[in-house]
T-cell receptor, first 117, second 113 residues
Framework: GAVVSQHPSWVICKSGTSVKIECRSLDFQATTMFWYRQFPKQSLMLMAT?????????EQGVEKDKFLINHASLTLSTLTVTSAHPEDSSFYIC?????????????FGPGTRLTVL | QKEVEQNSGPLSVPEGAIASLNCTYSDRGSQSFFWYRQYSGKSPELIMFIYSNGDKEDGRFTAQLNKASQYVSLLIRDSQPSDSATYLC?????????????FGRGTQLTVWP
């Protein structure tokens, strides 16, 4: 139980295009979903927190107009990187809070590696 | 500011030994504590969580929590080369309704055969 999927697992795009990443909790309803970014050999950085049906809460320094988050249901959240640039190249990881053993636990998706050319 | 501190390592132990990973946190009211493992190039995976003072065992892993000392640790018994990874300590702070995790920077563990 408590499986989180992400799609795509990797994506290469041209500068200026938009990329959408999906995060799904497969076997539980997630009360909250989180989006992280991780650069090589660095720590996880929380970008935003979202609840189903509500606007996402962004961390300081994260541009909400650039990183659009839609939390459509209790099992699906999407992150759209708009007008991507090479500096947006990173490892994007979602997590979903919930599950049956402990509702506080965050389960991470496998991540999406974004490369912007 | 909720701070979570870990020894960055690297920590190197021989196969079969006990690996001890330590973590301290600044928010005395923190309520939930987690250990995640992250292999290079992969996302974090949950090892275990602990809420109450004392020990919690799961297979080769034991988490220890001491709220008075604001200290949480992870012991890995009979360490295997496959345990080589970065171990992340994470804490949910007092009063958090959304369950935001505060992470340490991670401790890199190498288990050599």
């Amino acid at each position: 139980g408590a499986v989180v999927s992400q799609h795509p697992s990797w994506v290469i795009c041209k500068s200026g295009t938009s990329v959408k990443i999906e995060c799904r909790s497969l076997d539980f309803q997630a009360t909250t979903m989180f989006w992280y970014r991780q650069f090589p050999k660095q720590s996880l950085m929380l970008m935003a927190t979202s609840n189903e049906g509500s606007k996402a809460t962004y961390e300081q320094g994260v541009e909400k107009d650039k990183f659009l988050i839609n939390h459509a249901s209790l099992t699906l959240s999407t992150l759209t990187v708009t007008s991507a640039h090479p500096e947006d190249s990173s490892f994007y990881i979602c997590s979903a809070r919930g599950g049956t053993t402990n509702t506080d636990t965050q389960y991470f998706g496998p991540g999406t590696r974004l490369t912007v050319l | 500011q909720k701070e979570v501190e870990q020894n960055s390592g690297p920590l190197s132990v021989p196969e079969g030994a006990i690996a001890s990973l330590n973590c301290t946190y600044s928010d005395r009211g923190s309520q939930s504590f987690f250990w995640y493992r992250q292999y290079s190039g992969k996302s974090p995976e949950l090892i275990m969580f602990i809420y109450s003072n004392g020990d919690k065992e799961d297979g080769r892993f034991t988490a220890q929590l001491n709220k008075a000392s604001q200290y949480v640790s992870l012991l890995i018994r009979d360490s295997q080369p496959s345990d080589s990874a970065t171990y992340l300590c994470a804490v949910i702070g007092r009063g958090s309704t959304l369950g935001r995790l505060y992470f340490g920077r991670g401790t890199q563990l190498t288990v050599w055969p």
